[in-house]
């Protein structure tokens, strides 16, 4: 099953990235830096290992506000993914493990 979803106001994509890093409690990686321009963004996990995101800095197992699952497989389409609208602040990710993600900035 596909989702997609509009975003309403939306220009252009201001940043996207894959990335495949040694996450974990010791190793938050802040995705993005704040934008005032940002209209909304997306963090899919492409790994196997669960991921997760916190809107704002020091992403840890224990301090996050979404956990996202992970697939059957690297790339398979099937890891968890979130979509924020109206947030300008930082976002982090981390992971017990190795984790893998893709995010997208709509600006």
């Not at 596909?2 to 802040?30: E, M, P, Y």
């Not at 995705?31 to 963090?43: E, G, I, L, Q, T």
């Not at 996990?45 to 020091?58: F, S």
Request: some cysteine; overall charge neutral.
């Amino acid at each position: 099953m596909s989702k997609v979803r509009t975003v309403t106001g939306a220009r252009h994509i201001i940043s996207s990235q894959v990335a495949s890093v040694a996450l974990g409690d010791t190793n938050s990686v802040t995705v993005m830096d704040s934008s005032p321009h940002r209209k909304s963004f997306s963090v899919t996990n492409t790994g196997t290992n669960k991921i997760y995101v916190k809107l704002g800095t020091g992403c840890t197992s224990s301090s996050w506000h979404y956990a996202l699952p992970g697939g059957g497989a690297n790339d398979d389409g099937m890891g968890g993914s979130i979509s924020v609208d109206g947030y300008t602040g930082e976002v982090a990710v981390c992971a017990a493990t190795t984790g893998r993600y893709h995010h997208v900035e709509f600006g």
